[in-house]
């Protein structure tokens, strides 16, 4: 099965493509022609997510699904929350973002956080939502160049790396996009 992935984010794809192995094939918002800014303006994660794949389906008429991802720490109310991406500014740079976070919780002692993932999957008009949570905690410096985003800073709960230390293929196996993935994974082969 073809579907799009309402996506320009490099990494999401590969991390995507890794998680879903060959169940189906993604085609990218570059392969069906769509180089438009898909707007994310909503005030929840599951919201942006639906709003995504919504605009794909009734601007494209194609099978697709989007996720939207946030970090939500505990003692900042959930900050980043659905501001994740551009906590820092719309340049969307993932160090200004930590380090605004990381100045943030200098003097908490809660450093309580989750990653929350909502995919929204759209197909021949039916709209289904699925999402993905791990709990952790923010750390206070950066550690690992592997994943993107918060990765480096965000440590799992039970674990003694962060993301940005594991291959994708170990993040995969627990990350909040990988909860959320197994969940669409497991409606897709039901259908």
């Given amino acids: ?32 022609g769509c180089t438009d800014d898909i707007p994310e303006t909503r005030s929840t994660i599951a919201e942006n997510s639906a709003q995504k794949a919504e605009y794909i389906w009734e601007k494209y008429g194609i099978n697709c699904f989007s996720d939207d991802t946030g970090l939500e720490v505990e003692s900042l109310n959930g900050e ?74 965000f440590l799992p709960s039970g674990y003694e790396r962060t993301f940005a230390e594991m291959t994708m293929v170990e993040k995969g196996k627990l990350s909040h996009r990988a909860r959320a993935f197994e969940k669409l994974n497991k409606f897709l082969k039901e259908l």
């Fill in 1 to 32: 099965m073809k579907l799009c992935f309402a996506t320009n984010n490099i990494h999401k794809l590969q991390e995507v493509q890794t998680m879903l192995g060959d169940t189906f094939s993604l085609v990218t918002l570059a392969e069906i």
């Fill in 80 to 153: 980043p929350g659905v501001l994740s991406a551009r906590y820092a500014g719309p340049q969307r740079n993932a160090d200004d973002n930590m380090d605004l976070l990381l100045t943030k919780l200098v003097t908490s002692d809660n450093r309580k956080a989750k990653f929350k993932t909502v995919i929204t999957l759209v197909l021949d008009g039916n709209y289904n939502q699925f999402e993905g949570i791990v709990e952790g905690e923010i750390i206070a410096e950066k550690k690992g160049d592997q994943g993107f985003g918060y990765d480096p800073i």
